[in-house]
């Protein structure tokens, strides 16, 4: 993707996965909010509830975050958004690390629009 296709940086539901080992794959669901070139949010995966932040750059299409589980570990991401996904490579403070991919949530018919008010 080239910088004259911007990147739609859509706050919600996010899911996908990371590699953790040699052809093992964990999924993991996300609650992110993209605002002013940054981004926070919440998810839970295998491991617990995490928190995030970090920024993101719509010219470059690049996003980077630190995750923070509840129990303290601490894993570091590097994205790159392209075709309506965010893919890249982690690492954690014990030099862990492998890929990831992330992609909106499949709208839920049960969702309740933004605009009413709840």
């Given amino acids: 993707m080239n910088s004259t296709e911007p990147f739609d940086f859509a706050s919600g539901q996010w899911t996908g996965f990371v590699n953790n080992r040699s052809n093992y794959r964990t999924q993991f669901d996300l609650l992110l909010q993209f605002r002013d070139n940054h ?20 010219p470059t299409n690049e996003c980077k975050w630190i995750q923070t589980y509840l129990f ?41 629009p933004a605009s009413s008010g709840l």
């Fill in 39 to 58: 981004l926070t949010g919440v998810g839970n995966d295998e491991n617990g509830m995490f928190v995030l932040s970090g920024d993101y750059d719509a």
């Fill in 72 to 112: 303290g570990t601490t894993v570091f991401y590097r994205g790159f958004c392209e075709n309506k996904r965010i893919w890249g490579t982690w690492k954690s403070a014990n030099e862990r690390h492998g890929g990831f991919e992330i992609r909106p949530a499949p709208k839920s018919p049960f969702s309740i």
